[in-house]
């Protein structure tokens, strides 16, 4: 049973900093593909990161670039993200997802997802 658990969501003032993490069981992780999501409340999901494998490679949302930064861990199971001078508009529940295809932005590629952790971000 595949199993992505978040932590680290919270409430922080803007220009704040917090560190989401996703622990992940019961998938071969380091062979997954693993990105971030958010969704804020009336809207669609939306991408904002993804890394491959190894680590390597690591694609961003225009929104996110420069300010989030993911990386994994796959001797712990687990994908990071590191989100700097925070917005009220990075508003949202932030969730993790896994595929094991492609280092893909679309939401609909991902078979395994997180429950979520919410960020709030006051002015």
């Known amino acids: 049973q595949v199993q992505l658990v978040e932590s680290g969501g919270g409430l922080v003032q803007a220009g704040g900093s917090l560190r989401l993490s996703c622990a992940a069981s019961g998938l071969t992780f380091s062979r997954h593909y693993m990105g971030w999501f958010r969704q804020a409340p009336g809207k669609e999901r939306e991408f904002l990161a993804v890394?491959?494998?190894?680590?390597?490679?690591?694609d961003y949302s225009d929104s996110v670039k420069g300010r989030f930064t993911i990386s994994r861990d796959n001797a712990k199971n687990t994908v990071y993200l590191q989100m700097n001078s925070l917005k009220p508009e990075d508003t949202a529940v932030y969730y993790c997802?896994?595929?094991?295809?492609?280092?893909?932005?679309?939401?609909?590629?991902?078979?395994?997802w997180g429950q979520g952790t919410q960020v709030t971000v006051s002015s």
């Open positions: 997802a896994a595929n094991p295809y492609s280092r893909g932005k679309d939401s609909r590629m991902y078979a395994y």
């Open positions: 890394i491959s494998w190894t680590g390597g490679i690591k």
